[in-house]
């Protein structure tokens, strides 16, 4: 489906992630790419998509997080970190941007501005997988708002 953001024709097929602060809504695609609008904009084509995606759809269960897990969690996501992933040997690390999995490792924005963290006490997490097509976002794991 195509809907108008503004003046931006958009693919909805290809959203990945939208965030909504304040009055701006970012809106990330599945390859990479991410465009910034108004958040008044993108509420109802995402009302809609919601009612679309969801329709016939088992609504997908939170993973068991033990208590030490959510501690860690919740003490990356203070120090800035949004998304935990595995990589291929097991380690477990804390982005400040999405990642992107490469052949064994995930990968953040090459500029800089993605810091990276590791986290031995995810290590163990059984909800976390080398196999997981995307990282977890933290806030969405947590049920917060960030």
């Known amino acids: 489906m195509f809907c108008w953001f503004g003046n931006i024709l958009v693919n909805t097929d290809r959203i990945m992630f939208v965030r909504v602060a304040g009055t701006v809504a970012e809106v990330n695609f599945g390859n990479g790419a ?14 809609a998509l919601a009612v679309d995606m969801t329709e016939g759809c088992p609504a997908t269960e939170q993973p068991e997080v033990a ?3 959510n501690v860690e969690l919740d003490s990356l996501l203070q120090s800035g970190y949004e998304w935990v992933a595995m990589d291929s040997t097991g380690f477990v690390h804390g982005f400040s941007e999405k990642p992107v999995k490469r052949a064994a490792y995930w990968e953040c924005d090459p500029s800089g501005r993605c810091r990276v963290t590791r986290s031995h006490l995810l290590d ?13 976002h933290i806030p969405t794991l947590l049920e917060v708002d960030y």
Do not use: G, K, N
């Open 67 to 69: 208590a030490e897990e």
């Open 34 to 47: 991410m465009i910034q609008v108004d958040a008044e904009t993108v509420r109802p084509v995402l009302a």
């Open 124 to 136: 163990a997490a059984t909800w976390l997988s080398w196999d997981d097509p995307e990282p977890v």
